[in-house]
T-cell receptor, first 113, second 115 residues
Framework: GDSVTQMEGPVTLSEEAFLTINCTYT??????LFWYVQYPGEGLQLLLK?????DKGSNKGFEATYRKETTSFHLEKGSVQVSDSAVYFC????????????FGTGTRLQVFP | GAVVSQHPSWVICKSGTSVKIECRSL??????MFWYRQFPKQSLMLMAT?????????EQGVEKDKFLINHASLTLSTLTVTSAHPEDSSFYIC???????????FGPGTRLTVT
């Protein structure tokens, strides 16, 4: 079945460091791909998305490119801030099932000043 | 906008009792809500899709009689864990979907501990 694999955390960085969180997926067809972020005590929020191959989603300095050839959707940010500390979830929505989301395990990011 | 709340945020109950968790869409109407369960260091697993005015659709392997879902209004869905056991201890998260959209908005989750 469809699945999402994320790198295990926590990822610990100093402020202004470069961030990469790896995400790969297994799916039939062409799913839509998402990154969600969960700040402490809050619900998951959509960070960015891409709906077809080679699309790049971006928001708040974060970017991820839908790579069909490597079935990946890695999250990147050029310069992280302390306020980026949160848990990041990669997810996919199968093309043929429009409501269901399949999540990765989440990666905790800790940014220190 | 598009805020979803859950109540309670955490609950401790004794084995054999039932506990109800509420999910509310505060500023929009949601025909469809979803219930997820999250184990430590594991993915959010979809338990069921809750549709206002009709029976919930459960994912394979989820016990319908144990996890009762009611979606009686366009802003409220409830999950009742019946005859709870320690293995039901988990983090339960709901989301609500805007009508005519695929976007889901998530609640902050409810930590259930069964002793």
């Amino acid at each position: 079945g469809d699945s999402v694999t994320q790198m295990e955390g926590p990822v610990t960085l100093s402020e202004e460091a470069f961030l990469t969180i790896n995400c790969t997926y297994t799916a039939t067809g062409y799913p839509s791909l998402f990154w969600y972020v969960q700040y402490p005590g809050e619900g998951l929020q959509l960070l960015l998305k891409a709906t077809k191959a080679d699309d790049k989603g971006s928001n708040k300095g974060f970017e991820a490119t839908y790579r069909k050839e490597t079935t990946s959707f890695h999250l990147e940010k050029g310069s992280v801030q302390v306020s980026d500390s949160a848990v990041y979830f990669c997810a996919l929505r199968p093309r043929e099932v429009t409501d269901k989301l399949i999540f990765g395990t989440g990666t905790r990011l800790q940014v220190f000043p | 906008g598009a805020v979803v709340s859950q109540h309670p945020s955490w609950v401790i109950c004794k084995s054999g009792t039932s506990v109800k968790i509420e999910c509310r869409s505060l500023d929009f109407q949601a025909t469809t809500m979803f219930w997820y369960r999250q184990f430590p260091k594991q993915s959010l697993m979809l338990m069921a899709t809750s549709n206002e005015g009709s029976k919930a659709t459960y994912e394979q392997g989820v016990e319908k009689d144990k996890f009762l879902i009611n979606h009686a209004s366009l802003t409220l869905s409830t999950l009742t864990v019946t005859s709870a056991h320690p293995e039901d201890s988990s983090f339960y998260i709901c989301s609500a979907k805007l009508d005519l959209s695929y976007e889901q908005y998530f609640g902050p989750g409810t930590r259930l501990t069964v002793t």
